[in-house]
């Protein structure tokens, strides 16, 4: 079956990086994402990454992908105030429908 | 348009009644995702329309809840005889469907409230 497992809670200090961590079950999983979402909305789309591959960046965001133990980390540089909010890990066989984890959520401090 | 839109935004209705809620993907998307978020927790997949047909529907989904998608476009989500269980925010998504191209993109989300 399909499981995304994400921990509860992560403080990180302004300017310091965070790091969220994700992991699932499906070895089948072709997709991975990642979503925010802030109080009251809907989810945004931060990035997602093929299942073949093992890195991507975009800007602040590195996301590192270990299929082999099925371990996926996002990595926000330069955390700002902003970055506050919960994320969520999200995986999908050929852009079907998305099944995600519980949530983490990232309190950053001044 | 540069997104998912929802209507209604909130809606709080008695235990029993019917509601409607509706989505209006991105111009163009051919998918249509409905999933529904209780508090503290992930979305959960609803259903999903490619065009007016309904690929998938959740095992978890009660037999109260309907979706469609007439036309292809906007999609409508009922759900008949509402308990209080069903109190949560309904999230909509699209994308369009094409080689190497899967991202979804949500709506606002429809806050249920059944009292």
């Known amino acids: 079956g399909e499981d995304v497992e994400q921990s509860l809670f992560l403080s990180v200090r302004e300017g310091d990086s965070s790091v969220i961590n994700c992991t699932y079950t499906?070895?089948?999983?072709?997709?991975l994402y990642w979503y925010k979402q802030e109080p009251g909305a809907g989810l945004q789309l931060l990035t997602y990454?093929?299942?073949?591959?093992d890195m991507k960046q975009d800007q602040r965001l590195t996301v590192l992908l270990n299929k082999k133990d099925k371990h996926l980390s996002l990595r926000i540089a330069d955390t700002q105030t902003g970055d506050s909010a919960i994320y969520f890990c999200?995986?999908?066989?050929?852009?079907?429908?998305?099944?995600f984890g519980g949530g983490t959520r990232v309190l950053v401090k001044p | 348009d540069t997104g998912v839109s929802q209507d209604p935004r909130h809606k709080i209705t008695k235990r029993g009644q019917n509601v409607t809620f509706r989505c209006d993907p991105i111009?163009?998307?051919?998918?249509l995702y409905w999933y529904r978020q209780t508090l503290g927790q992930g979305p959960e997949f609803l259903t999903y329309?490619?065009?007016?047909?309904?690929?998938?529907k959740s095992r978890l989904l009660s037999d109260r809840f309907s979706a469609e998608r007439p036309k292809g476009s906007f999609s409508t989500l009922e759900i008949q005889r509402t308990e209080q269980g069903d109190s949560a925010m309904y999230l909509c998504?699209?994308?369009?469907?094409?080689?190497?191209?899967?991202?979804?993109?949500f709506g606002p989300g429809t806050r249920l409230t059944v009292t």
């Open positions: 998504a699209s994308s369009f469907s094409s080689s190497g191209n899967y991202e979804q993109y």
């Open positions: 499906d070895s089948s999983s072709t997709y």
């Open positions: 990454i093929f299942s073949n591959m």
């Open positions: 999200a995986e999908s066989k050929a852009g079907n429908k998305l099944t």
């Open positions: 111009s163009e998307h051919n998918r």
């Open positions: 329309f490619q065009n007016e047909a309904q690929l998938e």
